[in-house]
């Protein structure tokens, strides 16, 4: 039931789940495969299974931990509830800028696309989706995951093109040849989780969700499961046609596939459908960027301007247009690997403190009712909670010193602003 001056409900399982699907699917993978074949070789597919299960561990701990708290703030709620309000605005502060940055990067891909469609300039091609992404989000959220919801459908099936593709040329490589050894796929694991990307922001959708304790958490592992499913498909069925050295050497790795067997008609169609996937990742990503900036500032840890609502149209119209002319800031960064491995950083941190804060909070009060719980423990200490904390570590470990510095920089910053922030008023 919609509350006067809140967000309003509207959502149902299949929405919250195609949207999630929505945002996990994109720029991850149509972008990043080439760069993570010329680390793992033909055994791609071995780097997505192993940033899957690690994804599966933390999405299992948001799934408990959204039944709990249902609300827009997600992890800046959870971390609070567990460990208190400084440690909750950082882990609010990293989510919002892994979301801005993913945002600026996806933009900047889409553009990359339609340049070599029209010879149009980039930036502002980048900047000319931001500016339609917001005037959507203002628009409202019904309105804004039915989009979301044709563009995901659109671009699951440049994936299954891909899939069909590939039939005929299965068995035609060694799905186990890797050039680096495993060093480099878990190098490229590492990597491509930015392809899963968007799992976690589903529970930023929790205040506009239908009986949310019990609908986040089903998408929230129905989405993982299809991506995962598709992703997996998707490699082996790459390097089916054109080997890992064909995807490693592109830029636009499935046009080259899609070049292989259909000509250049092929890559006109992959093109096109590659700006659906990249404008619907920046969709979501602004989407959820959005909640949380609201969630926090309407908590009291964030200017409370950001937690106004639009009368007619219950959308949080200052935080959405905060958080666009916050990606405006990034569309100049470059290179896709870095900016994506900057975001990896901002989730192991921030996924390694859900873990936690799901642990703390089965220590804490293991009274709470739980419409969802994690399953498996020893006495009192959940088990998967504790192998996500553990693959976070493992690969953190993968990012390049550049990453890690940036990044590093970026939680000192965040440490920084939480001595300022107001405290939780509720």
Not at 139 to 160: K, Q, Y
Request: hydrophobic residues 60%; negative net charge.
């Amino acid at each position: 039931m919609n509350q006067p001056g809140g967000l309003a409900r509207e959502l149902g399982l299949w929405e919250v789940t195609l949207s999630g699907v929505g945002i996990i699917f994109g720029a991850g993978i149509y972008a990043l495969i080439g760069v993570a074949a010329g680390e793992a070789g033909n055994a791609v597919w071995l780097a997505f299974a192993l940033s899957a299960a690690a994804a599966l561990f933390t999405a299992l701990s948001y799934a408990e931990l959204s039944s709990l708290y249902p609300r827009a703030g997600a992890e800046y709620e959870y971390t609070a509830e567990a460990a208190g309000d400084y440690l909750a605005f950082v882990v609010g502060w990293l989510i919002i800028f892994s979301g801005i940055i993913a945002a600026a990067a996806v933009a900047l891909g889409f553009a990359n696309y339609f340049t070599a469609l029209t010879g149009a300039p980039v930036i502002p091609v980048a900047a000319l989706l931001l500016v339609a992404v917001m005037v959507l989000l203002l628009i409202g959220i019904r309105e804004s995951t039915l989009v979301a919801v044709v563009f995901t459908l659109i671009e699951a099936g440049g994936l299954l093109l891909i899939i069909i593709a590939g039939i005929p040329y299965l068995g035609s490589v060694d799905y186990l040849e890797m050039p680096l050894g495993l060093p480099g796929v878990f190098t490229a694991a590492a990597l491509v989780f930015f392809a899963f990307l968007g799992f976690e922001e589903m529970v930023k959708f929790s205040e506009e969700t239908v009986d949310p304790e019990k609908t986040v958490p089903k998408a929230l592992l129905l989405a993982l499961v299809i991506c995962t499913v598709l992703y997996i498909l998707v490699s082996i069925s790459a390097v089916s046609v054109i080997g890992w050295e064909g995807l490693a050497a592109s830029d636009a790795p499935f046009n080259a596939v899609a070049t292989a067997i259909w000509g250049e008609a092929g890559a006109f169609a992959l093109s096109v459908i590659a700006l659906f996937a990249t404008a619907n990742t920046v969709l979501l990503l602004l989407l959820a960027a959005s909640r949380i900036s609201y969630g926090m500032a309407r908590s009291g840890s964030l200017p409370r301007s950001l937690s106004r609502v639009h009368l007619t149209r219950q959308t949080p119209f200052v935080a959405v247009i905060a958080v666009t002319l916050g990606a405006f800031l990034f569309l100049f960064l470059g290179d896709i690997g870095v900016v994506a491995n900057v975001t990896n950083f901002t989730l192991f941190v921030t996924f390694a403190v859900v873990n936690g804060a799901v642990i703390l909070l089965r220590l804490k009060s293991p009274s709470l009712p739980r419409p969802f719980t994690v399953p498996g423990a020893i006495r009192a200490v959940p088990i998967i909670p504790v192998l996500g904390i553990l693959s976070c570590a493992f690969l953190f470990v993968q990012l390049t010193v550049e990453v890690i510095a940036i990044g590093g920089l970026l939680t000192i910053a965040g440490c920084v602003a939480a001595l300022f922030a107001g405290r939780r008023t509720g």
